[in-house]
Every structure is written in C-alpha cells, then in structure tokens.
C-alpha cells in the first residue's frame, strides 16, 4: 500500500469513494450530510494536505491534515498546558473502502500524518464520534488524550489531542 498526496484528477474517486463509506458505516450522518453533499463537505473543509492511501491503483483510504474545525477549537485550547503555544493541526476526513476494511489502512493514514504533523513541531488534534469507539482506541494507541465532550447536531464528538 501507498500514502500519498492526491490529485485533482483523484477527486471523483474520492467523494465515490466517501459515499461508499458513508452507506455502509452512516458516517457521517446521512439525516445531517446526504450523500450529494459531500463532496462540498470534503473540499470546503481548510486543507492544508490531503492524503491517499493507494492499493492497485485504487484508491482505498483517504485522510487530512486540516486547520482546526472553529467549532471544536476552544475545547481543543482549553485541553492545551497553558505555557503550549504549539499550533494545531487537525486529523480529520479520514474514511476507508468498507471493502478493505480491518486491513490496517486507516491506522497507517493515522500514524504517517501524526508523524507528519509532529516534524512540523505541531500539536494533533482530533475529533471523532461518540459511537466510534474503535477509532477512540486507535487515538489512544497513538498518545492521543481525550480532552471534551461536544454536543452538535449530528451526534456527540470526543475531542481528542495528541501530546
Ligand atoms: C473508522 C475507519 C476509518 C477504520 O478503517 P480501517 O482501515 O478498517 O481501520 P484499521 O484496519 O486500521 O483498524 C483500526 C482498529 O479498529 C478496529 N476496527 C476497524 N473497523 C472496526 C469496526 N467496524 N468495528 C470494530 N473495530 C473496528 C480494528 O480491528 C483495529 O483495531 P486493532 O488494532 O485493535 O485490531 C473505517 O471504518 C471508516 O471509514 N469508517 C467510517 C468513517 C469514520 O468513522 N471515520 C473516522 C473519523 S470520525
């Protein structure tokens, strides 16, 4: 398997490859994102990268590094040691082919932008659903600390930083 930036030619495949996501997961919530929202969902959101992960030339995985979503930063600053003025950087858009699912891709996507992110000498920051409990541990593994709980309209979010 290969991580690596994408394309604008990838595009297409990518919000298909969402959409799949979404229809076997229900995440995000199709009541809050329909599947024809998302790909301005996706491509609004303040990317500073996007990353693939690529199996025979199929795209299989996908995850950002992305500025911090406004609504969930104050929970993210408060979680922060004062004297830390460290910028943050959130992980986020991260879905994976239900076909290839439990094979280890996301938690490489995971690890290579944490890493990333860490050679910037930034601070990760995450947020992932209430009912996911299995990227909550995958968060843990990697040092992340859940710092908050916040209610949306979709569902609960737990904050998470990566110390
Ligand atoms: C969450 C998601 C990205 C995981 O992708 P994946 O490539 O299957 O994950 P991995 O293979 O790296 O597995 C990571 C861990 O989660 C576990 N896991 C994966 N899918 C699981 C599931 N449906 N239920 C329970 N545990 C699961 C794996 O067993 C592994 O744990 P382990 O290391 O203790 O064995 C994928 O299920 C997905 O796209 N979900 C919908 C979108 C989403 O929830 N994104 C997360 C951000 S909110």
Same mark, same amino acid.
Not at 1 to 7: A, N
Not at 36 to 55: F, K, P
């Given at each position: ?7 604008e030619s990838d595009r ?17 919530? /199709? %009541? !809050? ?8 969902? =996706?491509?609004? @959101?303040?990317?500073?990268? *996007? ?46 082919? /239900? %076909? !290839? ?8 996507? =995971?690890?290579? @932008?944490?890493?990333?992110? *860490? ?45």
């Open positions: 398997m290969e991580i690596r930036k994408i394309t297409d495949e990518i919000v298909r490859l969402y959409q799949k996501s979404q229809a076997a997961t229900h995440i995000p919530n /199709p %009541d !809050f994102y329909p599947p024809d929202s998302l790909d301005t969902e =996706l491509y609004s @959101r303040d990317a500073l990268d *996007r990353y693939v992960a690529v199996m025979d030339q199929k795209i299989v995985g996908h995850g950002l590094i992305e500025n911090p979503n406004p609504i969930s930063l104050d929970f993210w600053l408060n979680g922060m040691p004062p004297s830390n003025n460290a910028r943050l950087l959130e992980l986020g858009g991260a879905f994976v082919d /239900p %076909d !290839f699912s439990r094979k280890g891709i996301y938690s490489e996507l =995971l690890s290579h @932008r944490l890493n990333i992110i *860490r050679k910037m000498g930034a601070i990760a920051v995450s947020a992932t659903w209430i009912t996911n409990i299995h990227v909550q541990r995958q968060f843990m593994k990697e040092g992340g600390e859940e710092v908050a709980r916040q209610k949306v309209p979709a569902g609960v979010l737990c904050l998470f930083i990566f110390k």
